[in-house]
């Protein structure tokens, strides 16, 4: 299905969203994830992210990390399914991961011969989402970029299809590509409402996460916060409460 965007009026979810089941877990208990985040911890993110980043409309918050983290996905995942399942929000997840843009294959391009652009029309990526079933939780996966030869004019709409999430969505999150392997999160961080970091407890170190948030500030992103995975702490779980 194909929509034409200019001649679309109103929320994206005016339109009939086919559903599909989560391929993910549906539950997300203490301890079972390998991010280490406990559910209480995704509340209290969902919270802060909702009064930190004062909208109108619906909040888009990006998640990026600086090196490859196998699990910001499921970080992202989950803070949309618990948002959508336990506060009763209707959330998208957008799984961006994939968004790769390898300047390599633009300067190859100069010394053979011409190879032709991959399409990459926003208005496919909109008549992508799909829905959870059961839940007020939708889908969205960026396809990739390698290959686009010219990205700005869907760096263009951007700011146009953001808004149109806003008007459908309490609230979006997007796991971004990490900034080591692809630029889309720093080409992104101006067109959301907040900018996130995730960093791995004994892994990232203070000047590569530093790097990372002076230039997202530097492309005109907000930072408004940093979310710590695999962190093992030594107080038993059933102490933290208390503490």
Same mark, same amino acid.
């Given at each position: 299905?194909?929509?034409?965007?200019?001649?679309?009026?109103?929320?994206?979810?005016?339109?009939?969203?086919?559903?599909?089941?989560?391929?993910?877990?549906?539950?997300?208990?203490?301890?079972?994830?390998?991010?280490?985040?406990?559910?209480?911890?995704?509340?209290?993110?969902?919270?802060?992210?909702?009064?930190?980043?004062?909208?109108?409309?619906?909040?888009?918050?990006?998640?990026?990390?600086?090196?490859?983290?196998? &699990?910001?996905?499921?970080?992202?995942?989950?803070?949309?399914?618990?948002?959508?399942?336990?506060?009763?929000?209707?959330?998208?997840?957008?799984?961006?991961?994939?968004?790769?843009?390898?300047?390599?294959?633009?300067?190859?391009?100069?010394?053979?011969?011409?190879?032709?652009?991959?399409?990459?029309?926003?208005?496919?990526?909109?008549?992508?989402? &799909?829905?959870?079933?059961?839940?007020?939780?939708?889908?969205?996966?960026?396809?990739?970029?390698?290959?686009?030869?010219?990205?700005?004019?869907?760096?263009?709409?951007?700011?146009?299809?953001?808004?149109?999430?806003?008007?459908?969505?309490?609230?979006?999150?997007?796991?971004?590509?990490?900034?080591?392997?692809?630029?889309?999160?720093?080409?992104?961080?101006?067109?959301?409402?907040?900018?996130?970091?995730?960093?791995?407890?004994?892994? &990232?170190?203070?000047?590569?996460?530093?790097?990372?948030?002076?230039?997202?500030?530097?492309?005109?992103?907000?930072?408004?916060? &940093?979310?710590?995975?695999?962190?093992?702490?030594?107080?038993?779980?059933?102490?933290?409460?208390?503490?």
């Amino acid at each position: 299905m194909r929509m034409n965007y200019s001649s679309v009026e109103g929320p994206i979810l005016e339109r009939n969203v086919p559903e599909l089941m989560s391929r993910l877990p549906p539950r997300v208990a203490a301890g079972s994830r390998l991010h280490g985040l406990e559910p209480g911890e995704l509340v209290k993110l969902h919270h802060s992210l909702a009064e930190s980043l004062d909208c109108t409309h619906g909040v888009i918050a990006q998640f990026v990390a600086p090196e490859p983290d196998a &699990t910001i996905e499921a970080v992202v995942y989950d803070l949309a399914y618990v948002s959508a399942a336990w506060l009763d929000k209707r959330v998208l997840f957008v799984n961006g991961t994939g968004m790769r843009f390898d300047m390599k294959e633009h300067t190859a391009v100069r010394r053979q011969e011409p190879v032709p652009a991959r399409e990459f029309d926003i208005d496919d990526i909109e008549a992508s989402i &799909t829905r959870v079933v059961g839940l007020e939780l939708y889908q969205l996966t960026f396809p990739s970029m390698q290959g686009a030869l010219n990205l700005a004019p869907t760096l263009r709409r951007m700011p146009e299809f953001l808004d149109r999430l806003r008007d459908s969505f309490d609230m979006v999150v997007i796991a971004s590509p990490p900034a080591s392997a692809a630029p889309m999160g720093v080409l992104l961080s101006p067109f959301v409402d907040g900018n996130i970091l995730v960093l791995e407890a004994g892994r &990232t170190r203070a000047p590569v996460a530093m790097e990372l948030r002076d230039s997202l500030s530097a492309s005109g992103g907000a930072v408004v916060g &940093t979310v710590l995975t695999h962190y093992q702490s030594p107080i038993p779980r059933f102490l933290r409460r208390w503490l």
